[in-house]
């Protein structure tokens, strides 16, 4: 099922909007302000926004901005203008596409659709996933930082590359669990925090003061997507031998 996430104060067209995509067979969060959009963002696995361009908190383009910056997910803009103006500085600010209103059930649900379809064609075509030096290719299996190549068991990759497909989202455990072990997770099991240890070795991540994994306590896992890029101490201290650390689960 497909999380959506409306931002909309408009608290009658919200409803509808909710209970139409709800009867879609859409799980549908809700949240009326601007500035409350990337918190949800970073606590839930969200596969789509419904952004309004009016809120109070921050405007639609400033919030699009600043999904930008920490994820690719598709975004698309609800307008009360059919304006060359709003379309424009919308596609720009990082847009997928937009929806004038009053709002047509059945054209909103075409274009969600559209937006998740192109969303999933290309993820089974593009199975390289690159941040910065770092690039995943899930089709060979195949890791490389500072063009060196980092040798995981299959878990580790799995692992790895779950995170980074969720870059900039805290992924709780019930997730992970459910996605590489197709089960829920037993409030036990801590073997994806020993992952999460080995990987932070390999990548030289100050376990202290971790840059590129965060574990946001009480909430999960957290791929950092923008501290991948040159660092002359990562550099130099990444060791071959660290890069053949296997885990042995």
């Given at each position: 099922?497909?999380?959506?996430?409306?931002?909309?104060?408009?608290?009658?067209?919200?409803?509808?909007?909710?209970?139409?995509?709800?009867?879609?067979n859409f799980h549908v969060i809700h949240v009326e302000r601007g500035d409350r959009v990337l918190p949800k963002i970073?606590?839930?696995?969200?596969?789509?926004?419904?952004?309004?361009?009016?809120?109070?908190?921050?405007?639609?383009?400033?919030?699009?901005?600043?999904?930008?910056?920490?994820?690719?997910?598709?975004?698309?803009?609800?307008?009360?203008?059919?304006?060359?103006?709003?379309e424009v500085i919308g596609l720009e600010a990082g847009a997928n596409d937009y929806v004038i209103k009053p709002v047509?059930?059945?054209?909103?649900?075409?274009?969600?659709?559209?937006?998740?379809?192109?969303?999933?064609?290309?993820?089974?075509?593009?199975?390289?996933?690159?941040?910065?030096?770092?690039?995943?290719?899930?089709?060979?299996?195949?890791?490389?930082?500072?063009?060196?190549?980092?040798?995981?068991?299959?878990?580790?990759?799995?692992?790895?590359?779950?995170?980074?497909?969720?870059?900039?989202?805290?992924v709780d455990r019930d997730s992970v669990f459910r996605a590489l072990k197709k089960r829920d997770y037993d409030g036990?099991?801590?073997?994806?925090?020993?992952?999460?240890?080995?990987?932070?070795?390999?990548?030289?991540?100050?376990?202290?003061?971790?840059?590129?994994?965060?574990?946001?306590?009480?909430?999960?896992?957290?791929?950092?997507?923008?501290?991948?890029?040159?660092?002359?101490?990562?550099?130099?201290?990444?060791?071959?031998?660290?890069?053949?650390?296997?885990?042995?689960?």
């Open positions: 099922m497909n999380t959506i996430l409306l931002v909309e104060d408009d608290i009658s067209l919200a409803n509808w909007v909710c209970e139409y995509l709800s009867e879609q970073k606590e839930n696995i969200i596969d789509l926004v419904l952004l309004d361009v009016m809120l109070p908190g921050l405007n639609g383009i400033e919030v699009c901005r600043l999904i930008r910056q920490h994820c690719q997910v598709p975004i698309i803009m609800l307008t009360a203008r059919a304006d060359e103006f709003d047509r059930p059945r054209a909103l649900l075409a274009r969600i659709n559209r937006q998740l379809s192109t969303l999933q064609q290309e993820s089974s075509t593009n199975n390289i996933l690159t941040f910065g030096e770092l690039t995943i290719n899930q089709e060979a299996k195949r890791v490389t930082y500072f063009e060196q190549e980092i040798e995981l068991s299959s878990s580790l990759f799995a692992f790895l590359t779950f995170l980074a497909e969720q870059a900039g989202r805290v036990q099991d801590r073997r994806f925090d020993v992952m999460l240890s080995t990987l932070r070795k390999i990548f030289n991540d100050d376990p202290q003061k971790p840059k590129k994994f965060k574990t946001v306590w009480g909430k999960g896992y957290l791929f950092v997507s923008d501290a991948w890029g040159k660092d002359n101490r990562l550099d130099n201290q990444l060791k071959n031998t660290a890069s053949r650390t296997q885990d042995k689960n």
